[in-house]
């Protein structure tokens, strides 16, 4: 079985790319072919790609002549490859490649309001990554989902133990420095943290263009010498390994992957109640979570609280473990997606 695996490009901190190189990995019984698109200037990881399964094609153009001639490029490429199916992680480009009479899956990984378009030309075989994008992907098409299939995070066998004197007044953000994961309501829930007199530390680790804006506001509100900006980390495990717990602030996400690596490293993640994000919160889980989008005071009436009781937090993290664990094992999740493959392949789905 030969199938392309493919996504719009390879962005070294984009979450879906990470899950692809993981769900690669760890893929038996399939020999797998990369393809993306044009990746805007971000800097890509191809480094796990062998040089001759991967190939670029130019399918995010709005030029419809060179669209055309892509489409004619990449069924020419998918037929000399013998190729059995595509599996692709971008909406407009599965809808693309499945007009032009090529077999995709399709994995949702973010949900996206009601388009016409979409609901047309929505491949007839879906996956998602958690059960409110699954239900996103029924609304918005009016088609089945084949499975949940989360991201893929290697996980210990129990949590590890957390020093709380050496962590218990630090917290870490991970993720790309742009509007859409609310870094501005972090740095302003921080500065309110610091006026009632804490001082918390905190590392936003994250590369992306928003670092200059946000390193100004953080020196403008006086809480510089709390915040530290690090920059891109491929490995970010040894920064939650000094946090009491991640926070992950976003007005959209699909599955965090920072949010499983946290939990990985027994640390629970503090989330905005957005699909996605909700779907990782633990049942039961006792400390408050699930905020809303952009309200700074319940942000820093949220981070104090967590501050205020440790002992929580790392209960909290364990739970987070456990219930994240089995559900993102890396073996399990490219095996899923192996028994689809084989599933559409042979005609029954």
Not at 90 to 98: C, D, W, Y
Not at 245 to 266: D, H, K, P, Y
Request: charge should be positive.
């Amino acid at each position: 079985m030969r199938v392309c695996i493919m996504n719009d490009n390879f962005y070294r901190s984009s979450g879906a790319a990470i899950a692809i190189r993981r769900i690669s990995r760890e893929l038996t019984g399939v020999e797998y072919f990369i393809a993306g698109c044009r990746n805007d200037g971000l800097p890509e990881d191809l480094s796990w790609i062998p040089a001759h399964r991967y190939e670029r094609f130019d399918l995010k153009t709005s030029n419809p002549a060179r669209l055309a001639n892509e489409l004619v490029r990449f069924k020419r490429w998918f037929k000399r490859q013998k190729l059995d199916l595509v599996h692709c992680h971008h909406r407009r480009i599965s809808a693309l490649i499945n007009a032009w009479g090529i077999p995709v899956l399709y994995t949702g990984q973010l949900t996206f309001p009601h388009a016409i378009w979409f609901r047309l030309l929505h491949p007839k075989r879906m996956t998602a990554i958690t059960p409110s994008v699954a239900q996103n992907l029924r609304e918005t098409t009016g088609g089945e989902v084949l499975a949940c299939i989360g991201n893929p995070t290697e996980f210990p066998k129990t949590p590890p133990f957390i020093d709380l004197e050496k962590v218990k007044n630090s917290a870490v953000c991970v993720g790309r420095l742009e509007a859409v994961k609310g870094h501005k309501h972090l740095l302003a829930a921080w500065k309110l943290l610091l006026d009632r007199g804490h001082r918390y530390r905190l590392d936003i680790v994250g590369e992306g263009p928003l670092r200059g804006e946000l390193e100004e506001q953080s020196r403008h509100d006086g809480t510089s010498n709390l915040i530290r900006f690090c920059g891109f980390n491929q490995n970010v495990s040894e920064f939650l390994g000094n946090s009491l717990f991640a926070i992950l602030v976003s007005r959209v996400e699909g599955q965090g992957i920072v949010t499983l690596e946290a939990a990985a490293m027994g640390r629970a993640t503090l989330l905005t109640a957005v699909h996605g994000s909700v779907d990782l919160i633990p049942p039961g889980a006792k400390l408050t979570n699930g905020l809303a989008y952009g309200n700074v005071k319940e942000l820093a009436e949220a981070v104090q609280s967590w501050f205020a009781h440790p002992d929580d937090v790392v209960r909290e993290g364990e739970q987070f473990f456990h219930f994240l664990k089995h559900s993102s094992d890396p073996k399990m999740v490219a095996c899923a997606y192996r028994d689809i493959y084989r599933t559409i392949v042979s005609g029954a789905a």
